[in-house]
């Protein structure tokens, strides 16, 4: 994984890490830690940046990305009393997991293996209708379950970020 080379004048340093993360040389799919942070009382946050596809190369259709959020959402809760929330990528290519605690990314890495897991099982997306969603027509069972199913046919690379 290589970041913005912050020292060139020409390049300035992001607050958002993932800004200053170089997106040409990482390898999809991968789970990293993205950030942590302590608040002010002591607890920890551990953000993980969850991709499912090559940045600017690929990309998730949003009927999958709104429903893998939800079925996410809602299953991986099943598994985790510390999962604090998934947020989709605007670039559609993967997911923030923001977990309480301090989590390595092995660990991440089972939890989202169990959910995803949970996720081919499906019979329905969660929430998927006008009262409980936003846009409750906008989604993909099917989009959520072949982008759960690939994620998962490459989890021996999950915890490489840039291979050679």
Avoid at 64 to 79: D, G, P
Avoid at 89 to 97: A, I, K, S, V
Wanted: glycine share 6%; aromatic share 8%; charged share 20%.
């Amino acid at each position: 994984m290589k970041l913005v080379d912050v020292t060139n004048p020409e390049t300035k340093h992001m607050n958002v890490e993932s800004f200053n993360l170089d997106h040409r040389t990482v390898a999809a799919p991968y789970i990293r830690v993205a950030d942590r942070k302590t608040l002010p009382h002591g607890d920890e946050l551990t953000k993980f940046d969850v991709r499912f596809t090559q940045p600017n190369v690929a990309h998730l259709q949003m009927p999958a990305v709104h429903s893998l959020e939800h079925l996410f959402a809602e299953y991986s809760r099943n598994h985790s009393g510390q999962v604090v929330d998934f947020s989709p990528m605007g670039c559609q290519t993967g997911f923030y997991l923001l977990l309480s605690g301090h989590w390595e990314s092995a660990q991440a890495a089972q939890l989202v293996a169990d959910t995803l897991t949970d996720i081919l099982g499906a019979d329905q997306v969660p929430a998927a209708n006008e009262i409980q969603c936003g846009w409750g027509a906008n989604h993909s069972l099917a989009g959520a379950q072949a982008a759960a199913r690939s994620f998962l046919s490459k989890r021996a690379q999950w915890l490489e970020v840039t291979r050679g």
